[in-house]
């Protein structure tokens, strides 16, 4: 059975070809890169808060400094953290499993993704230490910035200067992790396609293998231009050709289109998975059928669809035609209609219900109820072109952009990492502790996140080192609010390591699950034994059902397994 | 409220009111969010029968709330748009007629403002410049021509509810209409370095009179 | 056999060739995101005709053919694979891959050429004659050739493995049209690189 | 290696997929060939017209209707199901998406004004 456990520790953590190791690897990596983005937030959160005190386990932030942390923070959370955790963990584990086959299309391949993925990690973290430190371009990475020192200005610098500047490094990190997730993409489609157990039909799959495969196709078509793009970039900085410099014909404007035109289908690719998660847990805890299935499947390929129109939102002041701005407010305002439709209909999941309300069922609630009041909406903002007028690049984006990520990338990682901790571990995680987790965050990511929209509509700019020297940003009660969020900040921070030291405990030392089914759900993950076997089945399943067929009248039980007759 | 600095232009009302309008729309769509989740948790006792549970969307009848969800939002959404639109054109799609032309240049890390010389004409030998201190008429329809010298930066004014980029290569047109008297920041909006956090500038709104003389002593100087 | 338009399911094509389409959709996004670029500035700039006459059509349009023939070639080792020929394939691919060498020899004497006379990718020469806006268009020429080039490469490295793996040890022909796929989608881009680079003055 | 696990039974659905790959239609490859040859030859003559906007539109229509000839003879597009046109055909799309948006923003060239100081 467990043919991994005969291999050493290389073999499990480096060669594997099993999906599931491949996808536990992906998420230890992942947790490296969160500790570093972690960090970063804490360190510039206390600069903002007090700007001359010497920030604890890091020291004095000079402006330099914290423009290099702030757009570290940015990379990897988006790049690392929300695209890895949520195609290459999320989407590695649990597709072979709940489509109910042994492992993914192309083993090899996938193990090659993780290598890539690694390469740019490793580029990533080298960057902090080369001479000239990090980037500090801001995550966007607008050129004739991000050029840098090398720019168009300093055609004397040696090829080794240029190659070896953080600039380059990251834009390389930036490319490897690209190509290892479309290589992950074309795993997940093609695994999706061929290899779904007998009787799985497409629309017996569990959602969060649609939403998986949605946002892979998603981001492989938007970020087609942008590859070409950084490598234009690139060639920019080693080479010194001027594809973005104004002065020799190029253009600034044209790596914002390109990297927008890829940065808002990110944010949907990055939605779309959490989505599904809490597709799944609502369902299972709500012991009823998703409600509207296929209505939810319509919607978010309407959204994919739309997404790739909206995308000069971002650029609203930044110099486009004022005509074509209007063309994609209208655009923008249209795209929450479908999302209206998912958030609807994953609400009237939960009427009716025998309502089951643990951890991963918070998280999801959480995760819904946080995105859809504070996030979504605040996007319906930003999305009317005049008012971004005046909230472009001020804190009231960056709330705007905290309340749809972390509800959605954290909070929904983590319903997916407590639902189904007891599948790919075999042990539970403690509740009290998981509770304290749960409440913890909520609070003091409210705490934290809440502040900046007061913040961002008292004008305050983002990416600022230091407001202290900008008077109408002094004024009571802004400093106060500032402290709030930083104070907050870090509390949430901390209190991730109660998680940290709940899932390392779990895993080494937490009892043992004492069956294979503890949430009682029909999937075909649930129905072999914790943890999986290498190649997932003793035999392969053959479906009947559809995911979600809790409470089917004339039976005994409330729920189904996919597998039974 | 105020939550927002003091509006001193124009047009910056209009721009409040969009804030408010969407805020109200979004704030009474939250209240009824808020009770659709939060209603099924706090009635989780209650029992249903099999049947009322086995509920699965998949026709028309039942899907019809939602429906009539999205149609409400498409409504209240659009409400807001057309008034938005509106506003959208007025501002950035249309130029007034010009009372003042000038150059606001940006480069690291200062704002340069290029006024027009005893000409009147603005890109002639005559210009005047002036560091970080922008002086303008109130009541008088400025035509800001906005560019920057090496990387993106962005003007940035509270007070009048004005941002633009500015992009090396490109001059974009701008206008702003100051209905106040007294002093206001303008601060850079794309981080553009090192120095990103200070670069800032005061703009001074004076009377007509002031502000010739002011821009007569800066010509002498 | 011939022209028997037999259709197929999406639940039987083999996982390789499903893989090689979403692979090269994904490259079209890429080299598609580049040709858009191309074309929108080859719009905004008109001087860039005068700079394409300094291209060396005489090669290109041997490129071309080369190109063409190529992929002639490579469907005809898809034909042998089909009656399982192992002789056959191997013929085929080889002169594929003679193909392009050819090419690639071809490309590189005409990017000396052009080195030799100034046109570089940071084109240090043209801007020291004011000639700012016209250096972009080299930028993109050998951008746009050199990521084709590199995809000529790779492509016939597929096919010179897998036509090892056919013909030596598993015997999963369709592997050749896997590979084969590839190859078409390298002269695809080509047949729009060629006319735009080279033949609109 | 630890990929070698047989299939369990329930698998033989696996088996639908043929390993044969004579499974489409063959074109007459020779023809198509020739044809696109000849396509190649029109385009390298119409290059000679002397209007740049004239000779664009010729040359793009013939790369087009030859890059189709490739794709669906050669690359038996023709004989492939539709899932795989949906994915080219989502390929095309995001790319008319771009040009539609960018073409505002890249090729008029009046807003540009300053010299580099
Ligand atoms: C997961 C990430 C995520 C998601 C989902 C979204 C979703 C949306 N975003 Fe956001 N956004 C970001 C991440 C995200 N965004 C990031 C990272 C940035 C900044 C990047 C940077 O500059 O660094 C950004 C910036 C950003 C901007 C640019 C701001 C600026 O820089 O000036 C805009 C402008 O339009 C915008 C709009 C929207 C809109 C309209 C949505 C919509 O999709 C939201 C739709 C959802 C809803 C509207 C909620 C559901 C609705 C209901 C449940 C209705 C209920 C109805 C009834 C009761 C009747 N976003
Ligand atoms: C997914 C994306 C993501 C996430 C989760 C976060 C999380 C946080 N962000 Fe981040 N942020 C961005 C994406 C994200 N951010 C982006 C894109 C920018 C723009 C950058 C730019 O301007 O260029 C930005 C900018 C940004 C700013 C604005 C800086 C400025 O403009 O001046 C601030 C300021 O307060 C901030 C703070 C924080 C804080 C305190 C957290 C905290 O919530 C962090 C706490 C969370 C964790 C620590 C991770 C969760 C824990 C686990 C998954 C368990 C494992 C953990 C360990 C092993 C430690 N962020
Ligand atoms: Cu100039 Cu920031
Ligand atoms: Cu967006």
Redesign the pocket.
């Known amino acids: 059975m467990n043919t991994h456990q005969k291999h050493g520790f290389w073999h499990r953590y480096f060669f594997s070809l099993d999906h599931k190791d491949i996808g536990f690897q992906y998420m230890l990596t992942i947790f490296f890169m969160v500790a570093i983005g972690g960090f970063f937030a804490y360190v510039f959160r206390m600069h903002l808060a007090f700007p001359d005190m010497e920030v604890p386990l890091f020291g004095l932030v000079t402006n330099t400094d914290y423009n290099m942390l702030i757009t570290n923070h940015?990379l990897i959370m988006?790049m690392w953290l929300?695209l890895g955790m949520l195609l290459a963990v999320a989407g590695n584990y649990l597709i072979p499993i709940l489509i109910g086959t042994d492992d993914m299309a192309f083993p090899k391949l996938n193990k090659l993704s993780y290598w890539f993925f690694l390469i740019s990690v490793i580029l990533m973290v080298t960057s902090f230490f080369l001479p000239k430190g990090g980037v500090r371009g801001?995550?966007?990475m607008y050129p004739p910035l991000s050029v840098g020192d090398f720019g168009y200005n300093t055609p004397y610098a040696t090829f080794s200067d240029r190659f070896f500047s953080s600039n380059s490094f990251v834009l390389l990190a930036i490319v490897f992790e690209f190509t290892a997730l479309l290589m992950g993409g074309v795993n997940f489609f093609v695994t999706t396609l061929n290899k779904r157990a007998k009787g799985m039909t497409l629309m017996k799959m569990p959602l969060v293998v649609w939403m998986i495969n949605i946002a892979s196709v998603l981001f492989m078509f938007s970020v087609g231009p942008l590859v070409a793009g950084t490598f234009m970039l690139l060639l920019d900085i080693n080479v010194g050709t001027g594809f973005y410099d104004p002065y020799r014909g190029g253009d600034p404007l044209l790596w914002e289109h390109l990297f927008w035109f890829f940065?808002?289908p990110e944010?949907?690719v990055?939605?779309l998975p959490p989505l599904g998660i809490l597709a799944e847990v609502i369902s299972v805890n709500s012991r009823k059928p998703l409600f509207g299935y296929k209505f939810i499947l319509t919607m978010t390929l309407i959204?994919a669809v739309l997404?790739m129109m909206?995308w000069a939102?971002?650029?609203?002041?930044s110099g486009i035609d004022p005509r074509a701005a209007t063309v994609f407010?209208i655009f923008?305002?249209i795209?929450?209609f479908p999302?209206?439709g998912?958030?609807?209909a994953y609400?009237a999941t939960m009427w009716y219900g025998k309502l089951r309300f643990n951890l991963p069922m918070k998280w999801a609630v959480g995760s819904v109820v946080l995105?859809?009041l504070l996030?979504?909406?605040?996007?319906?903002?930003?999305?009317?072109?005049v008012f971004?007028i005046y909230?472009?690049?001020?804190s009231f984006?960056?709330a705007?952009?905290h309340y749809?990520?972390f509800p959605?990338?954290i909070f929904g990682s983590f319903a997916g990492i407590y639902y189904w901790f007891n599948k790919f571990s075999g042990r539970e995680l403690n509740k009290t502790l998981g509770n304290l987790h749960f409440w913890l965050t909520f609070i003091f990511f409210n705490g934290f996140a809440f502040p900046l929209f007061l913040l961002g509509l008292a004008g305050q700019q983002?990416r600022v080192a230091n407001y202290s020297q900008i008077e109408f940003l002094m004024q009571d009660p802004l400093p106060l609010y500032r402290q709030i969020a930083t104070i907050s900040a870090v509390i949430l921070i901390l209190t991730q390591f109660i998680f940290l030291f709940n899932f390392i405990w779990s895993l080494l030392k937490g009892k043992k699950v004492s069956t294979d089914n503890p949430w009682e759900a029909n999937t075909l993950e649930w129905q072999t034994s914790s943890p999986p076997p290498h190649g997932n089945f003793k035999t392969y399943p053959i479906v009947y059902h559809g995911p979600y067929e809790y409470n089917i009248p004339d039976r005994d039980t409330d729920f189904t397994p996919q597998n039974e007759k | 409220m105020n939550i927002f600095p003091e509006n001193a232009s124009s047009y910056g009302a209009e721009i409040d009111f969009i804030f408010w309008l969407i805020t109200i729309v979004?704030a009474?769509?939250?209240v009824?969010?808020l009770f659709?989740v939060l209603y099924p948790i706090f009635n989780r006792k209650k029992d249903y029968t099999k049947e009322q549970r086995y509920l699965k969307g998949d026709n028309f009848k039942q899907l019809r709330w939602i429906y009539l969800?999205?149609v409400?939002?498409a409504i209240?959404d659009f409400s807001f748009l057309f008034k938005e639109e509106s506003t959208w054109t007025k501002i950035e799609e249309t130029l007034p007629n010009k009372d003042l032309h000038i150059a606001v240049i940006g480069r690291q890390w200062m704002w340069e403002f290029v006024y027009p010389g005893p000409d009147g004409k603005l890109y002639t030998d005559d210009d005047v410049k002036a560091i970080n201190q922008l002086h303008i008429p109130v009541n008088a329809t400025v035509h800001m021509d906005i560019q920057a010298y090496d990387v993106i930066h962005s003007v940035f004014i509270p007070n009048a509810r004005f941002k633009q980029d500015a992009l090396p290569g490109r001059s974009i047109t701008r206008w702003v209409k100051m209905t106040k008297t007294g002093e206001y920041p303008l601060t850079c909006a794309e981080i553009c370095g090192i120095a990103h956090a200070n670069m800032k500038a005061t703009i001074t709104v004076e009377s007509e009179e002031d502000f010739n003389k002011t821009i007569a002593k800066l010509y002498k100087e | 056999m011939k022209n028997s338009s037999k259709k197929i399911t999406w639940r039987q094509i083999p996982q390789a060739r499903l893989a090689v389409w979403a692979l090269i959709a994904g490259e079209f996004a890429i080299f598609g995101g580049l040709i858009v670029l191309y074309i929108l500035n080859r719009l905004k700039y008109e001087s860039w005709g005068e700079m394409a006459q300094h291209t060396n059509v005489i090669a290109g349009t041997i490129n071309t053919f080369v190109l063409l023939t190529s992929s002639f070639f490579v469907v005809k080792a898809h034909e042998a694979a089909v009656h399982k020929d192992k002789q056959k394939i191997k013929l085929w691919i080889w002169l594929t891959i003679a193909c392009a060498f050819m090419f690639l020899g071809i490309k590189t004497y005409e990017y000396t050429h052009e080195i030799m006379h100034g046109f570089t990718l940071p084109g240090n020469a043209l801007l020291a004659e004011g000639k700012t806006v016209e250096v972009m268009y080299w930028s993109f020429y050998y951008t746009m050739t050199g990521l084709h080039g590199l995809h000529v490469i790779a492509g016939a490295l597929a096919l010179f493995f897998v036509m090892r793996k056919v013909t030596k040890t598993e015997e999963n022909y369709h592997h050749i049209e896997a590979a084969g796929l590839y190859w078409h989608m390298v002269d695809i881009v080509w047949i729009f690189l060629f006319p735009l680079i080279y033949l609109i003055h | 290696m630890s990929a070698q696990h047989t299939p369990p039974p329930g698998l033989e659905h696996e088996v639908l997929v043929p390993q044969d790959p004579d499974y489409h239609g063959h074109p007459n490859y020779l023809k198509i060939y020739i044809s696109l040859l000849i396509l190649f030859a029109i385009t390298v003559f119409a290059s000679l017209i002397h209007s740049p906007l004239l000779v664009f539109i010729v040359v793009f229509v013939i790369s087009i209707v030859k890059a189709s000839m490739v794709l669906l003879y050669f690359m038996h597009l023709k004989w492939e199901p539709k899932l795989i046109w949906l994915l080219l055909g989502l390929a095309l799309m995001t790319l008319l998406f771009l040009i539609i948006g960018l073409y505002p923003d890249v090729v008029p060239i009046t807003r540009y004004l300053i010299p580099k100081p």
Do not use: E, K
């Open positions: 940015g988006m929300a801001g995550w966007t940065g808002h944010v949907y990055i939605l959204a997404s909206v939102h971002h650029q609203f002041v407010s923008t305002i795209i929450s999302f209206a998912i958030i609807l609400i995105f859809t996030g979504g909406f605040t996007g319906l903002h930003l999305g009317a072109s971004d909230a472009h690049d001020t984006v960056v705007h952009f749809t990520l959605t990338v983002r | 979004v009474v769509a939250g009824v969010v659709l969800g999205i409400l939002l209240a």
